[in-house]
């Protein structure tokens, strides 16, 4: 089955396998392909074997489903933000290079983090480690010297979601000419290239990890 296959080999989030499926089959209705639609699917497996097979394939990984409550935004607003909603076609159809994608990983109790920066078209990774600094000082420091080591037309864009630690956007555009889109609150499909890399990485990295302790 489809959806099995984008989950074992591909190693696929729930929302991408969603987007994937919705492209295929256009002329179907789109909520039977939801990505909650494809959780109830993972989850609703007789087969315990084959469940916690699926289940292990899922960034979380949690063994049953809870209710999701609504939350208010706590991390804070970030000024000037522009959203992924303005960002070009040809950015969305993955037909330039240059455009990248990125987040923290965040290590135990919060206290450590990676960032990880994924171009969109290639897949080409870089991974910064920022130790127990994860401030947004530390953060565009970073992203300035690996950004910075490219050409210009290898930084055009950076797709990032809301942390703070992006708070400081305006000087990596105003410095370096990249432009920062801003993902959706909670929509991490959106940077789908990103998170499923991520997920790969905690392959390597699980929870718990102590960023500081890894060189």
């Known amino acids: 089955m489809q959806i099995e296959k984008l989950l074992l080999e591909k190693r696929f989030s729930p929302e991408q ?4 499926l919705i492209r295929q089959f256009l002329m179907i209705n789109p909520c039977k392909f939801s990505h909650e639609a494809i959780y109830q699917y993972i989850y609703s497996q007789k087969d315990p074997v084959k469940r916690k097979l699926l289940i292990k394939c899922l960034r979380r990984r949690k063994k049953c489903r809870r209710r999701k409550l609504k939350r208010q935004e706590k991390r804070g607003s970030i000024r000037n933000m522009t959203s992924i909603h303005e960002r070009s ?3 969305n159809q993955r037909r330039e290079v240059g455009h990248w994608e990125g987040d923290l990983i965040i290590g ?9 920066l994924v171009e969109r078209a290639l897949r080409y990774t870089m ?9 947004a000082e530390r953060v565009l420091e970073a992203c300035k010297d690996r950004l910075g080591a490219l050409p ?6 950076l797709t990032y979601d809301r942390g703070k630690e992006m708070a400081l956007h305006e ?3 105003l410095s370096m000419g990249v432009e920062v889109y801003f993902a959706d609150p909670r929509a991490p499909w959106q940077r789908g290239t990103n998170e499923n890399t991520n997920g790969l990485i905690r392959d390597f990295f699980p929870k718990g990890t102590d960023f500081c302790n890894i060189a």
Do not use: C, P, Y
């Open 17 to 20: 396998i969603s987007q994937v």
């Open 89 to 91: 076609e040809i950015v």
């Open 108 to 116: 135990k109790n919060h206290g450590s983090a990676i960032l990880t």
């Open 127 to 135: 991974i910064v480690h920022l130790g127990s600094d994860m401030s």
């Open 152 to 157: 210009q037309e290898l930084r055009r864009s």
């Open 171 to 173: 000087s990596l555009k």
